[in-house]
C-alpha cells in the first residue's frame, strides 16, 4: 500500500505556479529520495503533504486520508523534521524532545535516553543556548524516539558534522528495517544515493525523473581510465563515447552505460593494460539535468 499518493499536484501562488502537476508515491517500508536545487519546490511539495499548504489542484493522499482535511488524523502516525528547527528558547533540548514525544502518544524513555547518547546531546541545555547542528539533533531525537510509520524529512542533517550524520543515516535504515517509510528531501547527493530505494529530481516545479538508483543509471555514463599497447585508433568515431582526453599514454573519457559492452569489445582488441571504471554517480545524474544553470545546488 502507498503511504504517501501525490496526484498531478499543481500550487500557484498568484500567477506563480510554484508546483505543475506532481506526482510521488513512497510505499510502506521504503525510503524515497527527493531532490533538486533550491527553490525548485521541494518543500512545497512537503507543506502540502503536511497539510499546512492547499493544493490548488491534484489529490495528496497520506495513509489513504486526504492531507488537507485530515491533518490532523494523519500527523498521530506521522514525524516531521524540517531543515531549520526553531526550538522555545527557555525550554531545555530534554524538555522540548519529552513534549514532541509525549504529544505523538509515545513514551518510550529507553528509546529516547539511547538516542540522546548516540547524537551526543546535552538535553540540559537551554535551546538558546543551542547551536544551529543542536537544535537539528533535538528535532531528530524527537522525531526517532516517536513511534511513527512515516517519517518526512526536509534537509534533515543541514548543521550536522559528519559524525552526526552516519548516526542520522543509521537511525534512517533502522526505521526501515521497521517497516517505516521515509521521504528524505536532500541536496546531499551522497546521502540519498547511500539510503533511498528511489528516487524523484524535481526542477522548476515538475518531476523530471524517478525511479530507482538502477532505473535512474542509464541516463548516466560510466567514466573510464584505459591504458593499451597499441594506441586506440578511432576512439572518438565509436557511439556513445564522450569527453576524451588523453595524459602520459593513458585515455580518460566517459560512455553512455547502455554502450559499454561495444566500446570494450572494440578497445580489448588493442591489448588492455590497465583498466579502471567507475560507476555512474546520482551527482553525474543530476548534474546533467541542472548543466547551465545559475544557483545553488
Known sequence: MAVIRVNSLIKRFGNFTALNGVNLEVNK??????????????????RIIL????????????????AWKDAVEIHKNLAYVPGDVNLWPNL???????????????????????LIERFDLDPSKKCRAYSKGNRQKVAL?????????????????SGLDPL????????????????????????ILSEVEKLCDKVSIIRQGKI????????????????????????????????GIHDIEEKDNTLYFQVDTEELDNVMKYISQFGIIKLESAPPTLE?????HYKGEVGEL
Do not use: W
Open 29 to 46: 517500508g521504503e525510503i524515497y529520495g527527493f531532490i533538486g536545487p533550491n527553490g525548485a519546490g521541494k518543500t512545497t511539495t512537503i
Open 51 to 66: 497539510g499546512i499548504l492547499k493544493a490548488t489542484q491534484g489529490e495528496v493522499k497520506i495513509f489513504g486520508k486526504d
Open 92 to 114: 531545555t533540548g530534554g524538555e522540548v524532545i519529552d513534549l514532541f514525544v509525549k504529544l505523538r502518544g509515545s513514551n518510550n524513555k529507553n528509546r529516547r535516553e539511547e
Open 141 to 157: 531525537i524527537a522525531a526517532f524516539a516517536s513511534d511513527a510509520d512515516l517519517y518526512i524529512l526536509d534537509e534533515p542533517t
Open 164 to 187: 552526526m550524520e552516519r548516526v542520522f543515516q543509521e537511525c534512517v535504515m533502522e526505521a526501515k528495517e521497521e517497516g517505516k517509510s521515509v521521504l528524505l528531501s536532500s541536496h
Open 208 to 239: 523530471i525523473e524517478s525511479g530507482s538508483l538502477d532505473e535512474l543509471r542509464h541516463l548516466t555514463r560510466t567514466s573510464m581510465v584505459i591504458k593499451t599497447k597499441e594506441t586506440i585508433k578511432d576512439l572518438n568515431q565509436l557511439k
Open 284 to 288: 553525474d545524474l543530476f548534474m546533467r
